[in-house]
């Protein structure tokens, strides 16, 4: 495929993680009309999956103190969807280490979900090992999300990808958690995945932060050498600067199964008037973090504060100035 | 160069076009404040030109209706500037069709002006070629800008590439006035200005728009094959949706010349305030028309008047629903 940009891959499928990752900037209380009008610009558009949350710990996280979509419990889940007699793929995220996923994740045939994604650091591989495993006993696709792969280096991941690619996952997400990555690192990773893989018949994704306004770009580089599962989000929304925005990514596809007005019209009616409470985007705090190859905290903490425009003394803080 | 992240090229010159296309928005009338704030950015930074605004016009634009960075008269300019002690090169632009160049530019040695570049649409290449000659003779040195390269077919490219080739221009840019293009497109035109130019060592240059949040990646494309001339500006201050941002950029280069802290300066004290009252960036009006290859002026008409928030209007009349 030399020339993804004029014809298409029917093999390419568009995952939406609005609310999940938008669901890191509010602690997961959306209402439910904004997830249900996600929901259905997901199917009107032609969107493969949608990501609705996480299967969070209830031991962990005061379930009052969050909004259902750190749960995604099955009541919530059908309040919206109801049996989703739809074409959409439903998803959530479990990140190993803060999940029971044992008990709470249900099996496939009582759940209107059909993928989990299991979400882990380098040092998790044992416990993301088992969870890709109790998920796929239970009967869903599951996809394995080796998080800020930008920080691990070369003979580790190597190793990580050598146990997971043993697992039961069916998809291996290259995720760029920091934004810090350029497309000749994209290349490179999605590449890698590929070949570990290959043997098992995985399919590589893609999972872009736009820190330094690279994850539209990032995302097509990805495509071009053969990811067929790509992440994107109505207007980018995600945490920090955010994510590939979904309204760019549909612009660029070419199967005509997409359509990009109902992604403007939830952007419009829905996503613009969440911008008025909360904040997302390649601030210049994000830009920096990306550049460092940091985690956003230390933006997402400055923006926060009443120091939001005080760029210069963030650069002298991370940097120790120059 | 297969490398340019790890290592840099000393060949590659950065050119600031904060004041000219950012006088896009507001016909040119930046206080001298302002300008001098961004002079003294640039020449902290390390960057190597500084585009100030047009040579425009004085019968076809009223002088008391644009700000004075729509002429870059001598006086104006050192007011700001001086005699410009310092290894920043000053450069205005000059439109065909716009421009009474035949006395409005000064010999060289009665300015403090380093480069002239020519800014022309492909039917516009006779006056083009005149120009570059005009200002070339006058001592400068000239940049020929082939605007909105991703709405001329290969065949007119071609036509026009060969002429201009044959200029005493020193530099071709690769100019995506629509923000259309993508990193195939980029590629393919930064190697075809590259062979046009080769005979008469000509270097290539790219200026991006970012109407598909693509101006930085688009820009790192052009690097990787060889682009030495590469247009930034100020948190990407410019017409639309603005232009590849300057702190970006300086953060992506290796050369260690460069500085980004005068730039994240100059933007919170004098970027930052002007987005009070001025508007750019890659808003869903020119993400659409950057994906239909238009020119920007509708959207930008749709984002000043009342409609600003209306995406699905907007949508449905350039491309009459669906």
């Known amino acids: 495929m030399t020339a993804p940009w004029i014809t298409y891959r029917p093999a390419l499928k568009v995952l939406d993680c609005t609310v999940r990752d938008g669901g890191l900037i509010n602690d997961h209380a959306f209402e439910d009309g904004f997830v249900k009008a996600v929901y259905d610009a997901c199917v009107t558009a032609g969107v493969d999956y949608m990501e609705l949350g996480y299967k969070a710990s209830k031991k962990l996280f005061a379930r009052d103190k969050c909004g259902a979509w750190k749960f995604c419990d099955e009541d919530d889940l059908r309040r919206i969807v109801g049996d989703n007699p739809t074409p959409l793929r439903l998803t959530a995220m479990a990140d190993a280490g803060k999940s029971d996923w044992r008990t709470d994740i249900l099996p496939k045939k009582d759940s209107v979900l059909s993928m989990i994604r299991v979400a882990f650091y380098a040092h998790q591989v044992p416990e993301a090992v088992d969870m890709i495993k109790d998920a796929a006993d239970k009967g869903y696709e599951v996809s394995a999300n080796l998080m800020a792969a930008s920080t691990v280096a070369e003979v580790e991941m190597d190793q990580v990808l050598e146990v997971i690619a043993q697992t039961p996952a069916s998809v291996l997400v290259v995720v760029d958690s920091y934004g810090a990555m350029y497309a000749e690192q994209i290349e490179l990773l999605v590449k890698k995945y590929q070949t570990y893989g290959k043997e098992t018949g995985k ?37 920090g600067a955010g994510n590939c925005p979904m309204e760019l990514l549909i612009g660029f596809l070419r199967n005509p199964k997409f359509r990009n007005r109902p992604i403007y ?26 550049q460092l190859n940091e985690h956003p905290r230390s933006a997402i903490t400055a923006r926060a504060g009443g120091c939001r425009d005080k760029y210069v003394d963030f650069y002298d803080k991370l940097t120790g100035g120059e």
Do not use: C, K
């Open 203 to 239: 399919e590589v994704g893609i999972h872009a932060h736009n820190n330094q306004q690279l994850a539209f770009a990032n995302t097509i580089e990805a495509i071009i050498h053969g990811a067929n599962r790509v992440d994107a989000s109505m207007a980018g929304l995600g945490r």
């Open 265 to 290: 019209q939830v952007i419009q009616d829905h996503v613009l008037p969440l911008s008025r409470t909360l904040e997302w985007g390649p601030y210049v705090q994000y830009n920096i973090t990306g």
